[in-house]
């Protein structure tokens, strides 16, 4: 049978939190030395790192990073490939890496793995959404959009089987 996609967050709603967390990224940078890196992790993330990215008042670069970790169905395993790294060196730059979602935290903890070993000066997460209750192992998440219960999102670039990523607001499927 089909899915369906039921409604949970407006466009207003997620414009609204997003200028509150460019607002804190930029109040927490403006004094620091170094660059700073926002490194999008895609695909879930090109819509909320553009919205962000143009929301914090502050000079910055955007990085992309591809990884893919080996779904079946709705879950995630440890094993996370990535399919395209960034096109810069990071040393001695302050990088925040964007996500929308934070689940079960292995695609985070492969990319701070891979990123911490290029010595950053600093390197923290900036997530539009969390999912504490599903968490596999331990992420420190310095900005969290929404911490939200077990449901399986879509819409604002979020994906199930790459359908509904179009969608302007959030939604879960049933
Ligand atoms: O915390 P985890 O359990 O690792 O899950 C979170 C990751 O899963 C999703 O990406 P996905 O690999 O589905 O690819 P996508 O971003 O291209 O949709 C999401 O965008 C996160 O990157
Ligand atoms: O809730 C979700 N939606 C889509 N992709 C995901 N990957 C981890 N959690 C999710
Ligand atoms: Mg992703």
New binding site residues.
Partial sequence: MKETVHFMISEKDIKKRIQEIAKKIADYYRSKKGKLVLVGILK?SFIFISDLCRKIDLPHEIDFMIVSSYRNGFQ?NENVRIIKDLDQNIRKKNIVIVED?V?SGNTLKKILRVLQSRKPKSIKICTL?S?PSKREVKISIKWIGYSIQD????GYG???SQKYRHLPYIGYVL
């Avoid at 449901?151 to 879509?154: D, E, G, H, L, N």
């Fill in positions: 879930g995630s979602v689940d959404f999912k449901r399986f999102i879509v979020i994906d199930y």
